[in-house]
T-cell receptor
C-alpha cells in the first residue's frame, strides 16, 4: 500500500471547470509539497505547506494542509488548458520525500 | 532560484553497455542529492540518496552494483547504469537538497536501451 494515497488518478475536464485533487495518509508529515510535471521534464515545486490547517493560494490554485498534517488538497478554480499536466503530492519523511501516485489532469478547450 | 541540471537529457544505448548520467546543482551546494526513476504516467520512485563524500544509501529492491552512484563534490552526483538492459529503460530524475531541506529537481534523463 502506498504511504500517500492520491486521488483521482486521472481527470479530464473542460476549460473553466473547477477541480480538487486529494492526498491522504495515515501518517503525519512535517511538511507536504505539491509539484506539477510536464512530459519529459522534471517536477516543478508549486507550494510547500507546513502548518496544520494551513491554506496557501497561488493564483487560481488553493492548497490546504489538514489539521492533523496527514492530508492535503489542491483546488483549481476555472481550469485552463495550460493547467494540463501531472500533479504530484510529496510528504517529507525525515530526509526523504514520499510521493503520491500522481494525478494526470487534462483540461480541454 | 536554485537550478539543477542533468546531462544528457536523453541517451540511447545498446544492451550490455554502461551509461553515466550527471546531476549538477548550478548555483548552490548540495551535500545530499537524490536519484529517482519514473515510468510513463507514473509517479517518482526513489532509488537512492547520494551523500557527498560517502556511500550512497539505496532503497529496498534497488541493486547497488547495477546503479552506481558517486557524489564526488558538493555540486555533482553521477548515476551509472551498468550493463544496461531494455528493462532499465526509464526516465531518471535527480534532485538536490537545499539549505531548508527542500528538493530542487533536474529536468530528467530519458534512457532507452535497445
Amino acid at each position: 500500500t502506498q504511504l500517500l494515497e492520491q486521488s483521482p488518478q486521472f481527470l479530464s475536464i473542460q476549460e473553466g471547470e473547477n477541480l480538487t485533487v486529494y492526498c491522504n495518509s495515515s501518517s503525519v508529515f512535517s511538511s507536504l509539497q505539491w509539484y506539477r510535471q510536464e512530459p519529459g521534464e522534471g517536477p516543478v515545486l508549486l507550494v510547500t505547506v507546513v502548518t496544520g490547517g494551513e491554506v496557501k493560494k497561488l493564483k487560481r490554485l488553493t492548497f490546504q494542509f489538514g489539521d492533523a498534517r496527514k492530508d492535503s488538497s489542491l483546488h483549481i478554480t476555472a481550469a485552463q488548458p495550460g493547467d494540463t499536466g501531472l500533479y504530484l503530492c510529496a510528504g517529507d519523511r525525515g530526509n526523504k520525500l514520499v510521493f503520491g501516485a500522481g494525478t494526470i489532469l487534462r483540461v480541454k478547450s | 532560484g536554485a537550478v539543477v541540471s542533468q546531462h544528457p537529457s536523453w541517451v540511447i544505448c545498446k544492451s550490455g553497455t554502461s551509461v553515466k548520467i550527471e546531476c549538477r546543482s548550478l548555483d548552490f551546494q548540495a551535500t545530499t542529492m537524490f536519484w529517482y526513476r519514473q515510468f510513463p504516467k507514473q509517479s517518482l520512485m526513489l532509488m537512492a540518496t547520494s551523500n557527498e563524500g560517502s556511500k550512497a544509501t539505496y532503497e529496498q529492491g534497488v541493486e547497488k552494483d547495477k546503479f552506481l552512484i558517486n557524489h564526488a563534490s558538493l555540486t555533482l552526483s553521477t548515476l551509472t547504469v551498468t550493463s544496461a538492459h531494455p528493462e532499465d529503460s526509464s526516465f531518471y530524475i535527480c534532485s538536490a537538497q537545499g539549505r531548508g531541506n527542500e528538493q530542487f529537481f533536474g529536468p530528467g534523463t530519458r534512457l532507452t536501451v535497445l
